[in-house]
């Protein structure tokens, strides 16, 4: 039988076990061997993270070909127009290439949402929006990049699905243990 673990990753936190610069890791909170992270998270990122210690549901989950969808809430800096909406949409162009559309909504503030420590900055004469963005590709740091290339940097980036696992009913720092038979 194998093993699926759902964590709601905190703020920096790093999507390993170890780290030789102190900085906080999966250790601080998940004290089940033998797992592997299926699909990084960035460290200034939060939200849902999947660990399993079977290696084809980690492929299931992390290879890009195998488009399962992940779902970000993201609070961009300023707020998008229709035009920057349908160019996150049907795809916006960054070093590495051309992304594939993605589902992007404006949103208001998540519910339930935890307060981030340390909170993002904030400034008077500029507004932020959330934005429900789902993409089924994978590339390093996408969501941020493709947010700032159509002029709304990001300021806080929480993954709140991966497929049909969401991090609804996780606190911040929880985990939960599915056995997959």
Request: glycine share 8%; hydrophobic share 35%.
């Amino acid at each position: 039988m194998s093993r699926l673990v759902l964590f709601n990753k905190p703020f920096q936190v790093l999507c390993q076990f170890t780290d030789d610069q102190g900085r906080k890791t999966l250790a601080d909170f998940i004290p089940i061997p033998k797992v592997y992270v299926a699909g990084r998270l960035d460290y200034d990122s939060e939200g849902l993270l999947a660990l399993t210690d079977d290696g084809k549901l980690q492929h299931k989950i992390a290879n890009p070909k195998n488009k399962m969808a992940k779902t970000y809430w993201v609070q961009v800096e300023g707020v998008p127009s229709d035009k920057s909406l349908r160019q996150l949409a049907t795809g916006v162009m960054l070093k590495d290439g051309l992304t594939k559309p993605a589902k992007v909504k404006l949103i208001p503030e998540p519910k339930n949402l935890w307060p981030r420590d340390p909170p993002i900055r904030v400034r008077k004469h500029i507004p932020d929006q959330w934005l429900e963005l789902t993409i089924k590709e994978g590339k390093n740091r996408q969501v941020r990049r493709m947010t700032a290339a159509v002029g709304h940097p990001t300021l806080r980036l929480i993954r709140y699905s991966i497929g049909d696992w969401s991090i609804d009913g996780l606190g911040l720092g929880e985990y939960i243990v599915e056995d997959k038979g």
